[in-house]
């Protein structure tokens, strides 16, 4: 039946939702946007001209250890071309993220790269220019300073006598010095391990007897460590661990950023969590600092909560479970929010092997046609700004030259379970250019929709991410990375 009356309160009423529901969506992106200081965000460096990347601090904590995180940058001097450096740091991530994804194929499909004793291969593995985070550890009764990675499973250090070094800060370890220092042999199930470890299987070595394990590990760029596979008594912090197995570097080459050698926290047999899990229980987190040089951050070892300093609660996500991939840690991606905004879902989650978290990836790698929406829906919300020509693999960036703050939107990655990864402040843009005239969104797309995405460290800055091998969990929360 009409109803006039009806129908005149229905023609004032209208107007009025629709105020109120604009209203409510534009105050929810208003919500949704961070404030984003350009004086404090950008690349600093220390002006000391004396870098140091050794000494870093270490504490116990209700059952954990707890170790000081540092950047790699710190054991650098000054840059004295800053674009350069940068430019290199890209395609040297670049480069990592094709050794992953070549890493990731072979597994997939079953292949193993062949390896003789008279050539280095280009097997699996990463660019270890890019390994962003450092701590210190005691081996064999002398500090040592290693880089942190996720993804590789083998520790190892420098050592003498060695054939072909790099060149680092600390001395090189001293086996000699060590009274705990064991080879391990060439027909041991260690010796054997190698291969699901690092690619390449041990070979029996000629210079001793019994012959001792000799390992290989090599890397996607043609840098590489080998040398002899040995067992020392570990230090982290004041929490000793006996013969721990790591690599006796005798031929290494690479970019690894003065540091000795490097920490393997992946999830085989070999890898530090596989060889503390009685100790620490399989369970370790890390809070990543900037790339200032004063700034730290933490990587405690061991499953106590309590010790976190999280400002949010900690939400959890199932590892995604991929025999063929079981040495990555892997997580179901459903969504991604822009400025409080959902991404259509439909082109979530069809990868069915994940995304990857990696410590060692600088920049977040999506599928195409995730970016695309990524990107689409961050421009439209970040308008108004002069636009910049791209900078390496990164081709959303802005010329915010004369701005002192900037509002931008937020980002947030939801995961299986209702976990979410909330990208701080700081891991939102790159900052290519000191003067701001060339600042990029932090995320970059992959070459194939078929790829492995990847949830780099720069998107993972003060945040405590939680790895639980025993209950094959994952976890996020927001924290303002300290070490004190």
């Not at 990029?440 to 939680?466: H, K, M, T």
Request: aromatic letters at 10%.
């Amino acid at each position: 039946m009409y109803c006039p009356s009806a129908m005149a309160g229905a023609t004032f009423l209208l107007p009025l939702l629709l105020s109120v529901l604009l209203f409510h969506h534009s105050f929810a992106y208003e919500e949704e946007k961070i404030v984003l200081p350009l004086n404090e965000f950008g690349w600093r460096q220390d002006n000391s001209g004396i870098p140091s990347c050794s000494s870093q601090k270490s504490r116990r904590g209700n059952g954990a250890t707890i170790l000081e995180m540092k950047h790699r940058d710190s054991c650098f001097r000054p840059m004295s071309d800053w674009n350069q450096r940068h430019t290199n740091r890209l395609i040297s991530d670049n480069n990592r993220v094709e050794s992953l994804q070549y890493r990731i194929r072979n597994a997939v499909s079953g292949q193993l790269d062949s390896f003789s004793q008279s050539q280095i291969p280009l097997t699996s593995g990463i660019n270890l220019q890019t390994l962003n985070y450092i701590v210190t550890i005691e081996l064999g009764g002398k500090n040592t300073t290693v880089i942190v990675d996720t993804g590789s499973d083998l520790t190892w250090v420098q050592c003498q006598p060695c054939k072909l070094c790099y060149n680092q800060q600390d001395p090189l370890f001293n086996p000699t010095t060590s009274p705990s220092y064991q080879s391990v042999t060439c027909n041991s199930t260690t010796c054997q391990s190698l291969e699901f470890a690092t690619g390449n299987s041990g070979l029996c070595g000629t210079e001793n007897q019994p012959p001792t394990c000799d390992y290989l590990v090599s890397y996607g760029d043609g840098s590489y460590t080998r040398g002899e596979l040995a067992s020392d008594r570990v230090k982290f912090g004041t929490t000793a661990v006996e013969d721990f197995v790591f690599g006796c570097g005798r031929n290494n080459r690479g970019l690894f950023g003065g540091a000795s050698g490097l920490m393997g926290l992946g999830r085989s047999d070999l890898s530090l969590v596989s060889q503390t899990s009685t100790l620490f229980g399989g369970v370790f987190s890390y809070c990543l600092p900037s790339t200032d040089y004063e700034a730290s951050g933490s990587l405690i070892l061991g499953g106590d909560y309590s010790v976190y300093k999280n400002s949010t609660p900690i939400s959890f996500t199932k590892m995604v479970q991929n025999p063929q991939l079981s040495i990555f840690y892997l997580a179901n991606l459903t969504g991604i929010s822009i400025g409080g905004e959902a991404l259509d879902a439909p082109m979530f989650g069809n990868s069915g092997n994940g995304i990857l978290i990696d410590s060692g990836t600088v920049i977040t790698r999506l599928a195409p046609s995730i970016y695309k929406a990524v990107k689409d829906e961050f421009v439209k919300q970040f308008s108004g700004f002069p636009t910049a020509q791209a900078f390496s693999i990164l081709d959303t960036c802005f010329n915010l030259t004369g701005y002192e703050e900037v509002n931008i939107p937020t980002i947030r990655m939801h995961f299986e379970g209702g976990a979410e990864l909330n990208v701080d402040v700081s891991g939102i843009f790159y900052f290519a250019k000191a003067d701001a005239s060339q600042v990029c969104l932090a995320i970059a797309s992959l070459s194939y929709e078929d790829e492995v995405p990847i949830v780099g460290n720069f998107q993972q800055r003060n945040i405590r991410v939680v790895y639980d091998t025993k209950g094959s969990m994952l976890g996020f929360a927001k924290e303002a990375c300290s070490f004190e």
